[in-house]
C-alpha cells in the first residue's frame, strides 16, 4: 500500500482550500495550487479563518493550526505543486473537458507512481479517465461541502482503475 506523504490540491476555490486544510491537518505536506494565483492568498485566508473557528469552539488548539498552517505550501504553478506529490486531486470547474486536460498537465509534472483524483459530484469517472495518461492510477474522491466539517469521503471507481488503485 502507498504512503501518502505529500498531497497536491488544485483549484483553491471552496471545495480545493478545504481539500487542502483537511490534507493538512492529516499531517501530510500539502501544495495548493490555481490557474489564477491571486487565488491563492484568499484561500489561505479562508483556511486560516476556519481553524481559528475551531480554535475558538475548543475543537483544536493553537500547536495544530500551526502545525497545519506549516504544511501548507501556496504553489504558483500546477507542476510546482504537483512535483513529488504521492496524491494528486482536482478540484476545478464542473467540465469534463477541463478536469481532463488540468489532470493530463498534472500526470505529466508528477512522479509516475502517484494516485490521481477528481473531486465531483456530478461528472463521470468513466469518461473523465478516458483522455488521461494513467487512468489506471485515477479515481474519484467526492469531498462534501464543508470539507473541514463533513466527516465524509465518496470514493469512486471507474472500470479501468487498478487493484492497487482501488485499495490505496
Do not use: Y
Request: glycine share 8%; net charge negative; hydrophobic share 50%.
Amino acid at each position: 500500500m502507498m504512503q501518502v506523504r505529500r498531497v497536491a490540491v488544485i483549484g483553491a476555490g471552496t471545495m480545493g482550500a478545504g481539500i487542502a486544510q483537511v490534507s493538512a491537518m492529516a499531517g501530510w505536506d500539502t501544495r495548493l495550487t490555481d490557474a489564477d494565483a491571486t487565488a491563492l492568498p484568499a484561500a489561505r485566508e479562508r483556511i486560516v479563518r476556519n481553524l481559528s473557528g475551531a480554535i475558538e469552539r475548543g475543537k483544536l488548539d493553537t500547536d495544530a493550526r500551526d502545525a497545519a498552517l506549516g504544511r501548507l505550501t501556496l504553489s504558483p504553478t500546477l507542476a510546482a505543486a504537483c512535483d513529488d506529490a504521492d496524491l494528486v486531486i482536482e478540484a476545478v470547474v464542473e467540465d469534463t473537458g477541463i478536469k481532463q486536460e488540468v489532470l493530463a498537465r498534472a500526470a505529466r509534472a508528477a512522479d509516475p507512481g502517484a494516485l490521481f483524483a477528481t473531486n465531483t459530484s456530478s461528472l463521470s469517472i468513466t469518461a473523465i479517465a478516458e483522455r488521461l495518461p494513467r487512468p489506471e492510477r485515477f479515481l474519484g474522491l467526492h469531498f462534501f461541502n464543508p470539507v473541514h466539517i463533513m466527516k465524509l469521503v465518496e470514493i469512486v471507481v471507474h472500470p479501468g482503475a487498478a487493484d492497487a488503485t482501488r485499495d490505496e
